[in-house]
Structures are given as structure tokens and as C-alpha cells.
């Protein structure tokens, strides 16, 4: 295997407290994502032994607002902070802040484009935090989402907009989260999106379609991405963001299955 594979604390053992889900994974030779850090305690998480493979990156703000990007600024220098504490080297964003159900708080209508002049702006955002990520040692991955199913109305939200905008900045600070769960929905070509955006990539994220649950119970093929990923010598993090169709510890061995 040349990648190495990490799962989410935040959809993986409920049942337990964050620290222990984290410790869990850590048990099972799990990498660990984790979302929001402002709520965790973070030494008790870092005194697990556990590698973390990524973390929001930010609190609250967008990329676009003269208000919205102060606050970006500012929260993802908090978060670089809070990463060093767990040693998290990837810092996650989004095209908008979503509130704790997952939508965009700043919605485009369904028939609204992007603002003219938003994307130039949104590119010179990314810009100021990849120099951030660049300062502190950490790289800043901006996520691609689904509007159909989970993230309506999130602006820049598709593969192809992460995409423009990552390679635009062109900067190691600045990488995709490139969750192929999302791409499918909203676009597909699964594999040829993996051959474009490889230059660009800072981890990849799956999930199955539908239901958001692990691989092999859905429509994806992922022991044929990750055929893929070993031709195109990918050596980063696939990290598992699916809720268990059943019990955590069988969605975890069907992940490692579909990768091994």
C-alpha cells in the first residue's frame, strides 16, 4: 500500500466520547480526522498516541465578505494553533462556514451564480492562507461538497470549483480535500477526476452513494479507485467520512478491505 488510511472521529463509535473514538481508531492502526476543535479538549486527544490526518481549519468567516474574510483570517490562526496542539498537518476549509447541520451560511439560491469579482476574491483568500499554512508548517485543504443531497446552496462548492481555485493559488500551503463521496453526486467521472486533480491533491476522502455509508454498500467501485490511486502513485491519506451501515468496526474492515 503506498497511502495510508484515516477515519473520522466525528461518525465513527458515537456511543463513546470523542477521546475515546479516538483512541479507538488508534487501536485499529487508524489515522483521525476531526471537525470543530473549539469543543475538544485537545491535550486529552493528543495524550491518545493517535496521528491525526486532519481538522477544520477555521471557526467561522468566508472568502469572499470583507467582513467574512477578516474573520477566516483570524479563526484559521486560531486553528493553527489548536493543530499544533494534536499535530494535525492539514487544516480543512470550505467555499462558506456551515452551521452545525451542514449549510452554507451564506446560500446561493438554487438559480444564482457566483457573484462577479467572488472568485478573483475568493482565490486572493486562499492565497493569504496558504502563506499562513506555508509560515506554520501546515497545509490548508479546501473541500469540495455536494449541493444536491447534503450542502445546498454551498458556493464553490464542486470538484471543478475547488479545483480552478486550488491550482489558481498554485501554493504548497493550499491543497484539495478531494472527498470523492461529494464528486459522485455532484459530477462523477470518479477516476478521470482523480487523473486531473492529483497535482493538487492533499488527501481524499470517501464515502459510498448512496446513503453516505462505507464502501462497498453503495454504487462506487473503490477497489477500482484505489487500483487507480497505486498507478497514479498517490502516497497520501484516504480517509473514511461515511456513517456506519451497521457496527463501527465492520464499516472500518470493509474500508480497509476496499484499499487493501
Same mark, same amino acid.
Given at each position: ?19 475515546d ?17 473549539s ?38 490562526? *486560531? ?23 451542514? *449549510? ?5 439560491r ?43 446552496g ?15 493559488v ?19 467521472? *470518479? ?36 487500483a ?33
Amino acid at each position: 500500500m503506498t497511502f495510508a488510511l484515516a477515519a473520522s472521529a466525528e461518525m465513527l463509535f458515537r456511543e463513546l466520547p470523542v477521546v475515546d473514538r479516538v483512541r479507538r481508531l488508534h487501536e485499529l492502526d487508524f489515522q483521525v480526522e476531526i471537525w470543530g476543535w473549539s469543543t475538544k479538549d485537545l491535550p486529552a486527544l493528543a495524550a491518545t498516541g493517535a496521528t491525526f490526518s486532519s481538522m477544520t481549519g477555521y471557526l467561522s468567516g468566508d472568502l469572499t465578505t470583507t467582513d467574512g474574510i477578516a474573520e477566516l483570517l483570524r479563526t484559521a490562526e *486560531l486553528s493553527i494553533a489548536a493543530a499544533e496542539v494534536i499535530d494535525s498537518p492539514r487544516l480543512n476549509l470550505h467555499g462558506t462556514g456551515l452551521d452545525p447541520d451542514g *449549510l452554507p451560511v451564506r446560500p446561493l439560491r438554487p438559480d444564482e451564480e457566483v457573484a462577479p469579482g467572488d472568485r478573483e476574491r475568493a482565490q486572493e483568500t486562499l492565497a493569504r492562507l496558504a502563506l499562513l499554512g506555508e509560515r506554520h508548517g501546515r497545509v490548508f485543504t479546501l473541500e469540495n461538497l455536494n449541493t444536491a443531497v447534503d450542502h445546498p446552496g454551498t458556493p464553490f462548492a464542486r470538484a471543478e470549483d475547488t479545483l480552478a481555485l486550488v491550482s489558481a493559488v498554485d501554493s504548497p500551503g493550499l491543497r484539495l480535500n478531494l472527498d470523492l463521496y461529494h464528486a459522485q453526486i455532484g459530477e462523477g467521472n *470518479l477516476i478521470e477526476l482523480l487523473r486531473r486533480a492529483l497535482p493538487w491533491v492533499g488527501e481524499i476522502q470517501v464515502a459510498d452513494v448512496p446513503g453516505r455509508f462505507e464502501p462497498g454498500t453503495g454504487e462506487i467501485r473503490y477497489p477500482a479507485i484505489a487500483a487507480e490511486l497505486r498507478t497514479l502513485g498517490y502516497e497520501g491519506v484516504v480517509g473514511l467520512e461515511a456513517w456506519p451501515s451497521g457496527d463501527s468496526e465492520t464499516a472500518l474492515e470493509r474500508f480497509r478491505a476496499s484499499f487493501a
